[in-house]
C-alpha cells in the first residue's frame, strides 16, 4: 500500500460516525499491531471531544490513561462526557469502550486565551527535511529486525535527523534524544480538528525511543517490553500538519521498569507548537 493510501486510512479512522448524543464510533486501519495503536486510540478520542463542542474553541491540552488494550478487529466507542461549557472554555472526559469494557479515559481541555505574554523554548540546529531521507529508506536491509515497523500503517513522513535506534545499534552507538521531521503524507482538509488529531496520532511515535537509545538498545535487537501507561498532550499554537515539523524528544528518568519521554513539536519558523509527555512500562531482558 503506497503512503497515499495510508494517508486516506488515516483520514478515515479520524471520521467518527455518532451514534447518539454524544456517542461516537471508531474504526481500525487495515494495518494494525496486536493491540489497537495508542496514538490512534488517543486521536480518536480527541476528534469525539471537538465534535461535542457549541463553540469552535482550540484545544489546550489532552491527558489519557490507558487501561486496557483494544481488538483491532472490532470498532471503538467513544463516549463523551460534558463537564464544562463556556464560549471560551471548556471540558471534556472521553471514556474509549469496547466490549462493554473501558480502554482508555482522556480528559480534553479547550481554551481561547488571546494574546499575554510569550517565550519558548529554542528548537535544535537541524538539516532541512528535505535533505534527510524518509524512514523507508532507512527500513532498507532491517526488514526481519523491525517487521512490525515495516509492515505498520504510514500515513506520515517520517525523517530522521538520527540514526533510528536500529541502525544506532548495529553501529554500537547510543543517543539521549530522537528528532524526527513530520508531516502527513497528503493534503489534509482545512479543519483544525483534524490537524491536531494527526499531530496526537503522531506524539505515539517515538516518543519512548531515547529512553531504550540512552542504553544503546533498540527494538528488534533487543527483548525489550514496552506498554504506554498514560500519554499527555499540551496545545500552544495551532498547528498545519501537511506542512513540516520537528518532533524532538528525549528521556528525562527511567526507573522501577518505568520511563519517561518528554517531546517537543516545532513548526518551521522555530516556535514550539505542542510539548509530549508519555509514560511507559518498558523492561529489558539481557542475555539474548
Known amino acids: 500500500m503506497s503512503g497515499s493510501a495510508d494517508f486516506d486510512e488515516l483520514l478515515a479512522i479520524l471520521h467518527l460516525r455518532q451514534s447518539d448524543d454524544d456517542i461516537y464510533i471508531g474504526s481500525h486501519p487495515s494495518k494494525n499491531p496486536v493491540r489497537t495503536f495508542g496514538g490512534q486510540m488517543i486521536a480518536q478520542a480527541f476528534v469525539a471531544a471537538s465534535r461535542s463542542l457549541n463553540h469552535s474553541t482550540p484545544p489546550s491540552a489532552l491527558s489519557a490513561h490507558f487501561i486496557a488494550g483494544g481488538d483491532p478487529e472490532k470498532d471503538l466507542e467513544f463516549r463523551v ?4 461549557d463556556e464560549r471560551r472554555f471548556a471540558n471534556r472526559r472521553v471514556d474509549v469502550m469496547q466490549d462493554g469494557q473501558l480502554l482508555t479515559t482522556a480528559m480534553v481541555s479547550f481554551l481561547s486565551g488571546g494574546r499575554s505574554l510569550e517565550h519558548g523554548i529554542a528548537p535544535p540546529d537541524l538539516p532541512d527535511p528535505q535533505s534527510v531521507p524518509p524512514v523507508d529508506d532507512l527500513l532498507i536491509g532491517y526488514e526481519d ?8 500503517l504510514r ?21 539521549p534524544h530522537n528528532r524526527v521531521w513530520m508531516k502527513a503524507l497528503g493534503q489534509m482538509p482545512d479543519d483544525p480538528v483534524l490537524h491536531a488529531a494527526a499531530l496526537i496520532y503522531s506524539s505515539d511515535t517515538t516518543v519512548l525511543d531515547s529512553i531504550i537509545t540512552t542504553h544503546g ?5 533487543d527483548r525489550i517490553f514496552a506498554v504506554t ?34 517531546g517537543h513539536y516545532f513548526d518551521r519558523a522555530g516556535q514550539p507548537i505542542a510539548t509530549v509527555v508519555q509514560e511507559g512500562i518498558v523492561k529489558y531482558f539481557p542475555g539474548r
Open 81 to 84: 462526557v460534558r463537564l464544562r
Open 145 to 152: 529486525v523491525v517487521p512490525h515497523f515495516v509492515n505498520a
Open 155 to 175: 500515513p506520515i513522513d517520517w525523517r530522521y535527523t538520527n540514526d533510528p535506534s536500529w541502525v544506532m545499534r548495529r553501529k554500537g552507538q547510543k543517543l
Open 217 to 221: 538498545l533498540s527494538w528488534g535487537f
Open 229 to 262: 501507561t498514560n500519554h499527555s498532550v499540551w496545545f500552544h499554537r495551532p498547528v498545519r500538519f501537511d506542512e513540516w515539523v520537528l518532533y524532538s524528544t528525549s528521556s528525562p528518568v527511567a526507573a522501577d521498569s518505568r520511563g519517561l519521554g518528554t
